[in-house]
């Protein structure tokens, strides 16, 4: 490095410090009491050293957010003016850092049709390439915020209507945001499509030129991969737990027919993502982010377990099951033979008939897993025992500030 681009990046610095304590000094002089301490926490966690976090300013803002509703409205005011009047991507990206925080401390608001951020980033210009970074960040906390508040308006960008919901005590939840809490039920293919899509915009936290491999993209980078567990968790759980409900003796060939074609364009999605996801892992270790070395690596749904779960679903036909040999076995349906009576003492799902049927050179074979289990390969969180999974949430400093 010159001694001329040595001097100039010092340069830099000193006018990012000084501009930084300027903020200061006008909030203190503007303001006063605990709002003038909370501004100025922000200014600080926010600063423009992208060589470091104010971890200490940062665990106040978070502090804050979980002492009382009456907290949140300011602090998410400081944290919406601070990211309007910047187009520094090392203020904005620490803005969207704290936002995350603050609303993983927030519990759920209820019934309040907000679903939008009170600020808008989708159109943020920066330097080349970390501006990409910071509209994907924004993207998905917009997206995350919108599923999990189940808002009406989701068109509402308006930060008095957003604030609002954090106002008073009387309009939460006692649990935290979570994906788990937006699924009323797992039947709910909209919700799963909506955490898919949550899920491709999480992956795009990632560098995109040389020399954005600094400590503030891994820090974001660690950040998207505690969300990527929670959510991909989610998605298998939910996927599952549909084609159990969907192929069970209780579901008709119509239903299986009507919701079969939306839940295999999911389970399809979702094979795709467990290869970018893996890719994605893999840049993750090698740029050194802390919690990829926690993560083990993915198993995609492999595609002829894929088949064998559409014909179930979509072909109207419970047993005719390839065993890999010239010979089939055929088991009777009651929609295929009239002749058929069900005694109270079987099992729901067994047919009797009074016909012979000719089973035709039938060797034992070991039994055969399920379709649906096929998508544990697509869970690479399955494997971890609950120590190992409080340590990937625990080892990331944001979240351990909440």
């Known amino acids: 490095m010159s001694a001329e681009s040595h001097s100039r990046r010092w340069w830099r610095r000193a006018l990012a410090v000084a501009k930084d304590e300027g903020s200061v000094m006008r909030v203190r002089f503007s303001s006063r009491g605990y709002r003038a301490e909370m501004e100025a926490a922000v200014i600080r966690a926010t600063s423009h050293d992208e060589r470091s976090v104010d971890y200490r300013n940062a665990a106040r803002v978070f502090a804050w957010a979980r002492a009382s509703p ?38 759920t608001p209820t019934g309040n049709g907000v679903g939008r951020l009170p600020f808008d980033l989708s159109d943020f210009r920066g330097r080349p390439g970390f501006h990409v970074l910071v509209r994907a960040y924004y993207r998905f906390l917009d ?46 293919l909209e919700k799963i499509e909506k955490m898919q899509e949550i899920l491709d915009i999480l992956v795009q936290i990632r560098p995109y030129a040389d020399g ?29 737990s549909f084609l159990v409900t969907v192929l069970g003796p209780s579901s008709s060939a119509e239903e299986r027919r009507r919701k079969g074609v939306a839940g295999m364009k999911i389970l399809r999605r979702a094979a795709e993502q467990s290869k970018r996801l893996s890719a994605y892992f893999d840049l993750c270790r090698t740029l050194g982010v802390i919690n990829a070395s926690l993560i083990p690596s993915i198993e995609t749904v492999p595609e002829e377990d894929i088949r064998d779960l559409e014909d179930f679903v979509l072909g109207g036909f419970h047993g005719m099951i390839d065993t890999g040999r010239s010979e089939s076995v055929l ?12 005694p109270s003492h079987r099992q729901p799902g067994t047919v009797v008939s009074n016909e012979w049927v000719l089973f035709e050179d039938i060797t034992p074979s070991p039994p055969r897993t399920p379709p649906y289990s096929v998508l544990s390969y697509g869970n690479p969180f399955l494997c971890l025992d609950d120590d190992e999974k409080k340590t990937v949430v625990t080892r990331l400093s944001w979240a351990a500030a909440v």
């Open 70 to 107: 009456t907290f949140r409205a300011p602090l998410l005011r400081a944290l919406s003016r601070r990211a309007r009047r910047t187009r520094s991507w090392v203020v904005t990206l620490k803005t969207l850092l704290l936002v995350h925080g603050v609303l993983l401390s927030a519990p």
């Open 212 to 240: 954005m491999e600094v400590g503030l993209i891994l820090e974001a980078m660690d950040c998207a991969l505690i969300e990527i567990f929670e959510v991909y968790s989610c998605i298998c759980s939910a996927i599952a």
């Open 331 to 342: 088991v009777m349906t009651a929609a295929e033979n009239k002749n058929w009576e069900e």
């Open 143 to 188: 997206c995350r915020y919108a599923l999990l508040s189940d808002g009406s308006n989701a068109d509402d960008i308006s930060s008095s209507s957003f604030l609002s919901s954090y106002s008073s005590s009387s309009k939460f939840l006692p649990t935290a945001l979570s994906y788990s809490s937006a699924l009323s039920n797992f039947n709910d």
